[in-house]
């Protein structure tokens, strides 16, 4: 495999932007010299015009799976927040026809508000990395705590695949370039220690984790058909995740309310067959609500402890 860099390209159909390049070091893995994917990032507006001029530009953006970041970070200008005040909206995606997908968001009205699209190509990538690496970046940018993240949770992966390491190697490289390009503001570390998150609803739920989800909102949804009424008790170990459950729990429910009729679905993700159905219907007009029994958490940097830290964490979480 070629030693390759990361690099962040800017197009625009009415100004021609320069390149900027960043070297992506080589590493080691498992004692053998090994080279770090040479990926690009290309940034373009949102915009009918720009889409244009951008897709000829390389084959690869009608048929090759990437993954691609869209935001409009301008109203944040750099300054970390939490919801309720100044906050951008960001959406991450995976796509073979990142040309035709981007025209889609344009076309929806929960994208098209967004102004910016970066996408992530790599000659190496395959489907597999594109969903590992999506998942990524969500989290991340759940936990940074800048950006209310419009994707769902139920399609957060955690699956082997060939050179999955070597491949997750590359993902902090990508990191850093879209840090240097001003779409996350905290560090890896710093991100990664902090309890928004730790608590973050964007997690990769294992095979228990996942049933007991399930069994849940077979339950509520039956108890809704039949206007009855119940309790769901989870019972676990400490660490087993038991509050991975019900912050996960929130905000699917908080996503299958939302659903649009007309939305399209990956039925390979998770809980896929509760966002179509009628079950949507069963939920309209409910409130959900989480109740936070720690005295302190620290979000963005801000304290979200005074007066009614329960909600104001809970709002953070399900944004």
């Not at 320069?18 to 770090?36: F, I, K, Q, T, Y």
């Amino acid at each position: 495999m070629r030693s390759g860099s990361g690099r962040i390209r800017n197009k625009s159909c009415a100004t021609s932007w320069p390149s900027r390049v960043r070297s992506v070091p080589s590493r080691s893995l498992e004692g053998e010299a090994r080279s770090m994917t040479p990926f690009d990032i290309t940034s373009f507006g949102l915009t009918s015009e720009e889409i244009t001029a951008w897709a000829p530009l390389d084959w690869r953006y009608k048929n090759w799976p990437v993954v691609y970041v869209l935001d409009n970070a301008n109203a944040v200008k750099g300054q970390p927040s939490i919801r309720n005040q100044s906050v951008s909206d960001v959406y991450v995606g995976e796509s073979l026809n990142a040309a035709a997908r981007m025209r889609q968001h344009l076309d929806s009205d929960a994208k098209k508000h967004l102004t910016t699209v970066r996408v992530i190509i790599d000659e190496t990538f395959n489907k597999s990395v594109c969903l590992d690496l999506e998942s990524y970046l969500i989290r991340m940018l759940a936990g940074d705590g800048v950006y209310q993240v419009l994707n769902r949770n139920d399609g957060i992966t955690e699956s082997e695949y060939y050179e999955r390491e070597r491949y997750r190697e590359s993902f902090e490289q990508v990191f850093e370039q879209l840090k240097n390009d001003g779409v996350f503001i905290r560090s890896i570390p710093e991100i990664e220690n902090s309890d928004l998150f730790k608590l973050s609803p964007f997690k990769a739920l294992t095979q228990d984790q996942a049933v007991a989800v399930e069994g849940i909102l077979e339950g509520l949804f039956a108890d809704l058909e039949s206007s009855a009424t119940s309790t769901s008790v989870i019972q676990g170990e400490p660490g087993t995740g038991k509050t991975v459950i019900a912050i996960y729990l929130l905000k699917l429910l908080v996503d299958i309310q939302a659903a649009p009729p007309a939305e399209e679905f990956d039925s390979d993700s998770l809980f896929a067959e509760f966002f179509v159905g009628g079950y949507p219907e069963l939920l309209a007009g409910l409130s959900f609500g989480l109740v936070v029994p720690h005295g302190r958490f620290e979000v963005a940097g801000t304290s979200v402890s005074a007066v009614d830290p329960s909600r104001q964490f809970a709002e953070t979480l399900l944004q």
